[in-house]
Nanobody, 121 residues
Framework: QGQLVESGGGLVQPGGSLRLSCAAS????????MSWYRQAPGKERGLVAT????????NYADSVKGRFTISRDNAKNIVYLQMNSLKPEDTAVYYC??????????????WGQGTQVTVSS
């Protein structure tokens, strides 16, 4: 069974940085589009960043553009989220997702358990 394990969350002051990691196992990592989502208390889970299978294309939510960077290492089966200039509104549980479009319109998704990021002074 496929598994994603996030790490790197914690408490950081406004303006600080964190790097999240997501280690994949139990499935073929390379072809999957990798994404980071986040969910703040009382809010729906939303997309933060996405990176294509080769790492050639990335997309970001407007709220994190210029501050966050998603990257992947296909040799190590890991995806990263470098978060700089953190703001209190970045406080959320961050989730890693691996997605793959399958034939006939179906899709396979794997989710991690989430890691808490708290930005506070």
């Amino acid at each position: 069974q496929g598994q994603l394990v996030e790490s790197g969350g914690g408490l950081v002051q406004p303006g600080g940085s964190l790097r999240l990691s997501c280690a994949a196992s139990g499935f073929t990592f390379g072809p999957h589009v990798m994404s980071w989502y986040r969910q703040a208390p009382g809010k729906e889970r939303g997309l933060v960043a996405t990176i294509t299978s080769t790492g050639g294309n990335t997309n970001y939510a407007d709220s994190v553009k210029g501050r966050f960077t998603i990257s992947r290492d296909n040799a190590k089966n890991i995806v990263y989220l470098q978060m700089n200039s953190l703001k209190p509104e970045d406080t959320a549980v961050y989730y890693c997702n691996a997605g793959l479009q399958l034939p006939f319109g179906s899709r396979r998704d794997y989710w991690g358990q989430g890691t808490q990021v708290t930005v506070s002074s």
